[in-house]
């Protein structure tokens, strides 16, 4: 069963730099669009940065110019570079494929489980 898999996240300090990493796991033939969301705590899931699978990116304006974002198709994997964070960026980080081709089918609207990122002041 197709599946992302999202190690990393974790507590840096404001300022700071981390990297987030999604992979899917399965036979995959091809997946289209990646992206990243997050959610803080009491509010609404909002977009972080998405990618499309010819590297076409856009961003957040609130994260435009602090972070990057990037996929490996030949390791079916995305990562978020993020720099300079700040508080606000406290937040759950979701990894998401708008479908994913297997070899049971595509799945389409597919996520990860989320990951942690503290920013502390």
């Known amino acids: 069963q197709v599946q992302l898999v999202e190690p990393g996240g974790g507590l840096v300090q404001a300022g700071g730099s981390l990297r987030l990493s999604c992979a899917a796991s399965?036979?995959?033939?091809?997946?289209?669009?990646m992206g990243w969301y997050r959610q803080a705590l009491g509010q609404e899931r909002e977009l972080v940065a998405t990618i499309t699978s010819g590297h076409s990116e856009h961003y957040a304006r609130s994260v435009k110019g602090r972070f990057t974002i990037s996929r490996d198709n030949s390791k079916n994997t995305v990562y978020l570079q993020m720099n300079s964070l700040n508080p606000e960026d406290t937040a759950v980080y979701y990894c998401?494929?708008?479908?994913?081709?297997?070899?049971?089918?595509?799945?389409?609207?597919?996520w990860g489980e989320g990951t942690q990122v503290t920013v502390s002041s």
């Open positions: 998401n494929a708008d479908h994913i081709a297997t070899n049971r089918g595509v799945k389409a609207d597919v």
């Open positions: 399965g036979i995959i033939f091809s997946i289209g669009a």
